[in-house]
């Protein structure tokens, strides 16, 4: 493993483009974590010294494969989980201590939702605005109807919840947790189980949800959910936590990749090759290499291909993704299955 994983990185907020977040560095962390531990009964560490911090207003990806320690973290933030060791405090309270004092404050759609199924979408969310002591009777009605309306259920509200397909559920899941206002959001797996447009809809919804100044934590197993969602993230592997930082900073710590596309792909090869580029991969017309170092002059390498004779159609560094830091800080694929 790389040495770098050993030992979890804070990726600088001020190092990489701007991530149009509008989130200061230095603001309040809604979360912070420090040396979070958690080792079930059976011996397993599902989660092992985890240094968490999610700034105050961000959208904040909890990014790992199937098995990390993401659903056991968040169960420890809402105190459903006692730490083995180590401490948590969410929106400025120690959890579990202040557990009761600040959770009226956090909306959480933890494990698939359950509701009754012989209830209708709306019955079920009045039901729940009841059992609320603090809620108003009086703006119940509008209440839910603004929740059912805000997360696309209001045409089905008045059916069964026992017919609504799982992406219908999880909606509702939401609806429940914004039947106040909350000032974070603790979402695991929101999209798990939607088809594209259900994950489409969420995914806008967590958008404005955050602009409106909700903090958003999000877990995901999907690299591509997390950038298009997330201005902040944090990675882990295994129950540790590999980096966090603005998602635009972590994919800048992925080099990247050299691509050139020629119907002269072997010369390109040769030439790259010649001109020290590591891992090169020719794919048809395609000759891709690791991005050379930001020290090198690009436009040099690009006419050495055209004095080869190499007919360069096109020439330029892809930008690394949060898959390719992934790998880079793991030496591993981004295992999907765990
Ligand atoms: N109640 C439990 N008792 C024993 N081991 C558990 C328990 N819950 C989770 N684990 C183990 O802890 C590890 C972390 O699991 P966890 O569910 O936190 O990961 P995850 O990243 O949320 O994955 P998933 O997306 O699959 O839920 C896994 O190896 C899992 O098998």
Redesign the pocket.
């Known amino acids: 493993m790389d040495r770098t994983a050993d030992r979890a990185a804070d990726v600088a907020p001020d190092t990489g483009p701007d991530t149009g977040s509008g989130v200061a560095p230095d603001a309040d962390p809604v979360i912070e974590t420090r040396g979070l531990t958690k080792r ?3 011996g ?1 560490l ?1 989660v092992d010294g985890l240094d968490l911090r999610v700034p105050g207003g961000s959208v904040f990806g909890f990014l ?1 494969p ?8 968040i169960r420890m933030l809402m105190g459903l989980v006692e730490p083995t060791s180590g401490t948590a405090r969410v929106l400025g309270s120690p959890v579990p201590a202040a557990v009761r004092t600040v959770l009226p404050h956090v909306g959480a759609l933890i494990e698939g939702p359950a509701p009754y199924g012989f209830l209708t979408g709306r019955d079920n969310l009045l039901r729940l605005d009841r059992a609320d002591p603090t809620a108003d009777p009086r703006t119940r009605r509008a209440r839910v109807e603004g929740a059912l309306e805000r997360v696309g259920l209001g045409a089905a509200a008045g059916k069964r919840a026992k017919a609504y397909s799982l992406g219908m559920k999880q909606r509702l899941g939401l609806a429940a947790a914004l039947l106040r206002p909350r000032r974070l959001l603790v979402l695991d ?1 929101p999209t798990n189980g939607l088809d594209p447009q259900g994950m489409r809809e969420i995914r806008a919804l967590v958008r404005e949800l955050a602009s409106e100044g909700t903090t958003v934590f999000l ?1 995901s ?1 999907l690299l591509d959910e997390i950038e298009q969602v997330c201005d902040h993230a944090a990675v ?1 592997a295994r ?1 540790r936590l590999l980096v966090q930082g603005p998602v635009a900073a972590l994919a800048a710590r992925a080099r990247g990749r050299l691509v050139v596309t020629t119907p002269d792909p072997d010369t390109a090869a040769r030439v790259l090759r010649e001109h020290g580029a590591g891992g090169l991969a020719v794919e048809g017309e395609r000759v891709g290499a690791d991005a050379p170092p930001p020290d090198t002059e690009l436009a040099d390498l690009n006419t050495a291909l055209v004095r080869a004779g190499v007919r360069v159609r096109s020439f330029g560094v892809e930008r690394g993704t949060l898959e390719d830091a992934f790998v880079a800080l793991t030496g591993e694929g981004f295992d999907v299955a ?1």
Not at 66 to 73: I, V
Request: hydrophobic share 10%; proline share 0%.
């Open positions: 079930y009964r059976g397993q599902a790992g199937n098995g990390s320690g993401k659903t056991t973290t797996e877990s197993h882990m129950g765990g």
